[in-house]
């Protein structure tokens, strides 16, 4: 490649020796295979290709390039006339090869290579590419796999070839690449840009991770697209901003992400544009591909002729769909991870940026005079404002007016409709410019690596072509700008520093001229006189500012340049040009002169926005839109002036340019055949316009003079120094002295070589290749002795292995085979001894078995004998008491067998559980029942042993209880399961109760609270009823004071019912000095605990009985007389029990329950 030093690429990528033809080992995964060589056939047509091409005379780096894609088996030409080129100008893919090389055969052979349909055409290692205007069946899957790990020159041209070589590169070289692809508007740089990351998508790793990667990387293009292309004049689907990517991928070449740059939107399009192209294609695809929901959510009508900024009219592309276009964007942007949250704001910032367009101005005059504007129809704003959340008069207001800062004091100014109208077009614009920015850091957001991860990078470009409209203005000057400083890269690399580095290494070389345009990048961007600096200058100049005093600036600073003119230049020069007009000047650029209008670029160098708007933007309630206008915030207001547009795109212009530097770059030059985007139509004269501008006929002269391929010596010797005897294996030397040496070996002409100081140049590829094959058949060759010895060595190791492992696998084997001999030996001799044992024993117990039976056999004789004597001689004394003796036997023989049974299972000591175990015999059953009784009464006096004083005191208290209560009053069974707590007020804790304590003055019994029922009207009040050892207390409860002091002696008898009730009538005697106002009726919540204590504790004091009757009627003694009581049951749902109802003066009724 002919470039510098550190930007120089080898034609032939480095190969693994794993994967080198005739190599039986497999490659190794991580390592790429080596790029294919043509088949025999085609190598030996590019050879004799080669030879007719040296007699013309051209030493190219590319001889195989005017043959790739040709088949081995095409007949051989017939003899070419002597006149004519000895190349087919169609055959040629690599324009070095032309002969002779003018212009016209240039162009020729472009244009006869695009009517056959070969649209792409290589200068070396540049790519030209002439768009079609159509589509060709040459980007298949069929071709990707073709053109994979490819030699460069080795196919037919094709922009596959120039990727598969950036990506072989940065693969396998660890250089980063950026492919840089110029060209007009409409040359087809976007397309271009497509397919190159088409390709590396399509050949790099596999896997979900991967895959992922890859489709956001891709579908970032159709989302940027909408947003920021339009159909221009030129091209139906022109780039209106400038593009750049870093591809990043980790060390396999595998994708990890990117990073997306954006240049210089052209927004001015969102306002206006000329008949006969359209605003921003997402407009449309919104409008034709909304559904009747989501247009009605955005307050948007379908009819594109409903909005002004559309120009009210129908634009329709032939071929193009809208509405499946916008379906596309919508699944993209799901692809790259946007939120459905996100993707209907960003639909509604583009639906407020469509009606702004719609927003109407209308002037009247105020009383003093001044005009000022308003806004008649509010409809559009406040359907603007519901969908950014802001109130319509704040908006009215921004747009209508302007806050301006007099001294220290805020003045609110009224604008003029004209006034109105800039600065509603400066917010459309802003918004949408902002919100492509948003957009493309969402993108990078989605994308962008992690870090920590070591990446190599790989840079599209795809920008803004050249421009030269009719009327030209800011926006061409910033583009022109920006291809001049691309175009001044392609000079430098491809050019210039071609020719500086011949001087540099003492190549000789003959100087080859070219146009080197840094003087026109100096006239733009020069700090002091540049064009950019002194329209910075005179927007930050106070005082009255016009472009009129810009171009007159302009004037002065450049009237000397010669690729500057204006209209005083030429009168000053005395020359008469009608096509420049005034308030004009004209550039001479490397692409053609253009015109440039001054009109307009102050305000937009300046693009300024109100505050007030930018503070009404801020004041919506919509998260996207708000920040987008960060410095709309009160609180962060800035009297500091923002950057201007031109400085802003020169600074990103200048970053562009040095990360370009920092990379090997990659060209395709992109070419325009036609004006009328007519398909296959080839125009002689826009064509060769294009081929000067670019410098074309000058890089193929470079390219022909110099030489194919140079490296730096230490790299040269370590590739190829295994074709060398001396610097195999390694070389004690100098590097370049190594390299010498090696080529000396080598039969190659001296004419080939040239030696410089730090690098080796060879001049013809068919070297290069020469070398590259001695290089794959010494790899072969080493790889098969390496493959050889490692075989041996595996197979000596294997051996020994085996070896030594079969050694370890007899002895195992023997030692086993012993044991196992051993085990039958040991298994035999136990079971002949267990035989013999057997037989012995057995026979020893038939034996035994013999002498017992004889042994018994004379026992049981010996016996009868002894018995039949005894009986002989004791029978006559035997008979007479033998039964009764026999009875009692047996008697005392089954009263102690059930004695020792009872005393083995005697039931638990519970004193519930009266479980005994049944009599066995029938004459057992009373002295059965008396044990069971005596072992109940037993266990009752342990239990009683074992309970404490209180608990026994309690255990009584519910004896007398069931005395008195069982089987006659309904209430007792419930009390069962409730402790007698005796104190229920809790007279410790509560210091009010504690003086009636005091009133008794002995031991406290009961306490808890009753109510008493009154004698005269039978209602009941709440009482408190202290018992004690001597005196029953009832008090008042708020106050403690006692009401009522008896004497336990006073109460004559009790009175209660027979039912669940707590009623009872305490008795007193007439004699009794507490009982003046008769018997008391108590209604008491505990009264089986209180009746119960009452006995117990008379019973302690007078041994004497409380007197208890328990009846549903009973006579009561009153002051004013007896009365009779009766006491009816009611209903069980009955809330208030009992109840007490007087009936007449002497009877009462109680309702219980």
């Known amino acids: 490649m002919?470039?510098?030093?550190?930007?120089?690429?080898?034609?032939?990528?480095?190969?693994c020796s794993a994967g080198v033809r005739g190599s039986r080992a497999a490659p190794s995964p991580s390592c790429p295979p080596p790029p294919r060589l043509p088949p025999p056939g085609r190598r030996e047509e590019a050879e004799a290709e080669f030879i007719r091409a040296a007699?013309?005379?051209?030493?190219?780096?590319?001889?195989?390039?005017?043959?790739?894609?040709?088949?081995?088996?095409?007949?051989?030409?017939?003899?070419?006339?002597?006149?004519?080129?000895?190349?087919?100008?169609?055959?040629?893919?690599?324009?070095?090869?032309?002969?002779?090389?003018?212009?016209?055969?240039?162009?020729?052979?472009?244009?006869?290579?695009?009517?056959?349909?070969?649209?792409?055409?290589?200068?070396?290692?540049?790519?030209?590419?002439?768009?079609?205007?159509?589509?060709?069946?040459?980007?298949?899957?069929?071709?990707v796999q073709e053109y994979h790990g490819c030699n460069f020159f080795a196919v037919k041209p094709h922009i596959y070839a120039i990727a598969d070589d950036a990506y072989r590169s940065l693969r396998d070289r660890d250089q980063d690449q950026c492919i840089l692809i110029t060209g007009e508007s409409g040359a087809g740089k976007t397309e271009a840009s497509k397919l190159v990351m088409s390709y590396v998508a399509a050949v790099c790793g596999k896997g979900e991770e991967v895959t992922k990667v890859k489709e956001q990387l891709l579908q970032s293009n159709p989302v940027l697209e909408a947003f920021g292309n339009a159909k221009t004049i030129r091209n139906d689907n022109s780039s209106r901003f400038g593009k750049y990517m870093d591809v990043e991928f980790d060390f396999k070449g595998e994708p990890l992400g990117g990073v997306i740059s954006n240049y210089l939107l052209e927004k001015s399009r969102v306002i206006r544009h000329v008949q006969g192209e359209r605003n921003f294609h997402i407009f449309y695809q919104l409008l034709a591909g909304g559904s009747a929901e989501l247009l009605q959510r955005l307050r948007l009508r379908q009819d594109c002729r409903h909005y002004g900024y559309l120009n009210r009219e129908s634009s329709s592309l032939p071929g193009v769909d809208d509405a499946a276009n916008f379906r596309a964007v919508q699944d993209a942007m799901g692809v790259i991870g946007f939120s459905t949250d996100e993707v209907m704001a960003l639909l509604e910032v583009t639906a407020v940026v469509l009606k702004l367009g719609n927003v109407q101005l209308s002037s009247h005059f105020q009383a003093s005079g001044m005009e000022a504007c308003s806004i008649p129809e509010p409809r559009e704003l406040e359907e603007i404002c519901q969908l950014i959340r802001l109130d319509p008069s704040a908006l009215e207001q921004a747009l209508?007016?302007?806050?301006?800062?007099?001294?220290?004091?805020?003045?609110?100014?009224?604008?003029?409709?004209?006034?109105?109208?800039?600065?509603?077009?400066?917010?459309?614009?802003?918004?949408?410019?902002?919100?492509?920015?948003?957009?493309?850091?969402?993108?990078?957001?989605?994308?962008?690596?992690?870090?920590?991860?070591?990446?190599?990078?790989?840079?599209?470009?795809?920008?803004?072509?050249?421009?030269?409209?009719?009327?030209?203005g800011f926006e061409q000057f910033v583009i022109n700008y920006c291809n001049e400083k691309l175009q001044q890269i392609f000079i430098l690399l491809t050019l210039k520093e071609e020719q500086e580095e011949y001087v540099r290494e003492g190549i000789q070389w003959t100087p080859v001229e070219f146009f080197d345009n840094s003087i026109i990048c100096n006239l733009i961007e020069n700090g002091t006189c540049g064009i950019l600096a002194m329209l910075d200058e005179e927007c930050l100049r106070p005082g009255v500012v016009n472009e009129d005093t810009f171009l007159g600036k302009l004037n002065q600073a450049c009237a000397a340049h010669r690729h500057y003119e204006s209209k005083e230049t030429q009168n000053a020069k005395r020359v008469t040009d009608a096509s420049l007009p005034p308030r004009c000047f004209r550039i001479h650029h490397y692409a053609g002169k253009v015109t440039y209008n001054v009109t307009g670029f102050i305000e937009k160098n300046n693009d300024l926005l109100f505050r007030d708007l930018s503070q009404a933007m801020w004041a919506s309630r919509h998260p996207l839109l708000r920040s987008l206008f960060p410095e709309g915030d009160p609180q962060k207001v800035s009297l500091k002036l923002p950057p201007t547009a031109g400085s802003q795109f020169k600074a990103s212009v200048a970053t562009l340019m040095r990360n370009l530097y920092s990379k090997n770059p990659n060209y395709i030059r992109c070419i325009k055949p036609n004006e009328t985007k007519a398909p296959m139509l080839f125009t002689r004269e826009l064509v060769l316009v294009q081929i000067r501008y670019l410098g074309l006929l000058e890089n193929v002269r470079v390219r022909r003079a110099g030489y194919a391929f140079r490296q730096l010596y230490g790299s040269f010797l370590e590739?190829?120094?295994?074709?060398?005897?001396?610097?195999?294996?390694?070389?004690?030397?100098?590097?370049?002295?190594?390299?010498?040496?090696?080529?000396?070996?080598?039969?190659?002409?001296a004419e080939e070589l040239a030696y410089g100081h730090t690098k080796l140049f060879i001049r013809s590829?068919?070297?290069?290749?020469?070398?590259?094959?001695?290089?794959?058949?010494?790899?072969?060759?080493?790889?098969?002795?390496?493959?050889?010895?490692?075989?041996?060595?595996?197979?000596?190791?294997?051996?020994?292995l085996m070896r030594k492992s079969q050694i370890l696998i007899a002895a195992w084997f023997r030692g086993h085979a012993q044991k196992h001999r051993y085990r039958q030996m040991r298994r035999s001799a136990l079971l002949l001894q267990a035989y013999a044992r057997g037989w012995k024993s057995r026979r020893l117990l038939r034996e035994l078995k013999s002498q017992r039976r004889r042994h018994r056999a004379a026992s049981t004789i010996s016996a009868y004998w002894r018995g039949y004597q005894v009986r002989k001689t004791y029978r006559k004394y035997f008979r007479s008491g033998a039964s009764a003796r026999l009875a009692n036997f047996i008697y005392r023989r089954l009263v102690q067998k059930f004695f020792v049974g009872l005393r083995n299972n005697l039931p638990p000591l519970a004193v519930?559980?009266?479980?005994?175990?049944?009599?066995?015999?029938?004459?057992?059953?009373?002295?059965?029942?008396?044990?069971?009784?005596?072992?109940?009464?037993?266990?009752?006096?342990?239990?009683?042993?074992?309970?404490?004083?209180?608990?026994?005191?309690?255990?009584?208290?519910?004896?007398?209880?069931?005395?008195?209560?069982?089987?006659?009053?309904?209430?007792?069974?419930?009390?069962?399961?409730?402790?007698?707590?005796?104190?229920?007020l809790g007279l410790t804790q509560n210091p009010k109760y504690q003086k009636l304590h005091a009133v008794a003055k002995d031991k406290l019994v009961m306490a808890e609270a009753v109510r008493k029922v009154n004698r005269a009207s039978g209602k009941t009040v709440p009482r408190l009823?202290?018992?004690?050892?001597?005196?029953?207390?009832?008090?008042?409860?708020?106050?403690?004071?006692?009401?009522?002091?008896?004497?336990?002696?006073?109460?004559?008898?009790?009175?209660?019912?027979?039912?669940?009730?707590?009623?009872?009538?305490?008795?007193?005697?007439?004699?009794?000095?507490?009982g003046t106002k008769g018997d008391f009726l108590l209604v008491s919540d505990h009264l089986i605990e209180l009746v119960t204590r009452l006995h117990q504790t008379l019973m302690d004091t007078t041994a004497q009985a409380l007197p208890l009757h328990i009846a549903d009627q009973f006579s009561t003694r009153f002051q004013k007389g007896d009365m009779a009581v009766t006491v009816v049951e009611s209903a069980k749902g009955s809330r208030e029990v009992p109840v007490c109802k007087k009936k007449g003066s002497h009877k009462m009724e109680v309702l219980v329950h």
Not at 728 to 741: I, K, L, Q, Y
Request: charged letters at 25%.
């Open 2 to 15: 002919a470039v510098g030093s550190r930007r120089a690429r080898p034609w032939v990528p480095l190969g």
């Open 55 to 143: 007699r013309i005379g051209p030493r190219c780096p590319s001889f195989l390039a005017g043959c790739g894609g040709q088949s081995s088996a095409a007949p051989e030409p017939p003899a070419m006339e002597a006149t004519a080129s000895l190349l087919d100008a169609a055959a040629v893919g690599d324009l070095v090869l032309l002969d002779p090389l003018t212009e016209e055969s240039l162009l020729r052979a472009l244009q006869e290579r695009f009517q056959r349909g070969d649209i792409y055409t290589y200068i070396g290692n540049v790519v030209i590419s002439v768009n079609p205007y159509r589509s060709l069946p040459i980007y298949t899957p069929e071709k």
């Open 400 to 472: 209508c007016s302007r806050t301006v800062k007099a001294r220290d004091e805020m003045v609110l100014t009224s604008l003029s409709v004209s006034q109105g109208y800039y600065g509603r077009d400066a917010l459309a614009k802003n918004i949408y410019s902002r919100l492509f920015d948003w957009l493309v850091n969402r993108i990078n957001t989605s994308i962008q690596v992690k870090p920590g991860k070591q990446r190599k990078v790989m840079g599209v470009l795809d920008i803004y072509g050249f421009e030269i409209f009719q009327d030209n």
């Open 719 to 749: 590739r190829y120094k295994m074709l060398g005897k001396k610097t195999w294996p390694r070389w004690a030397g100098s590097e370049r002295a190594g390299a010498e040496a090696l080529l000396a070996e080598l039969p190659i002409p």
């Open 765 to 800: 590829p068919r070297t290069l290749f020469d070398l590259e094959r001695r290089r794959q058949e010494r790899v072969a060759e080493l790889a098969t002795l390496i493959q050889k010895m490692f075989r041996g060595w595996r197979c000596r190791t294997q051996f020994q």
């Open 912 to 984: 519930t559980d009266r479980t005994w175990p049944p009599a066995p015999y029938r004459f057992l059953a009373g002295t059965n029942q008396e044990l069971k009784d005596i072992f109940h009464r037993w266990k009752c006096k342990k239990y009683r042993e074992q309970l404490t004083p209180q608990r026994r005191a309690l255990l009584q208290a519910k004896l007398c209880a069931s005395e008195l209560f069982k089987d006659k009053k309904t209430l007792y069974p419930k009390s069962l399961p409730q402790p007698f707590q005796g104190e229920y």
């Open 1025 to 1074: 009823l202290l018992l004690t050892t001597e005196h029953l207390v009832l008090a008042e409860p708020k106050g403690a004071q006692p009401k009522t002091v008896l004497s336990l002696g006073d109460i004559r008898s009790v009175s209660v019912t027979r039912f669940s009730d707590g009623f009872l009538a305490l008795h007193l005697k007439e004699s009794s000095t507490g």
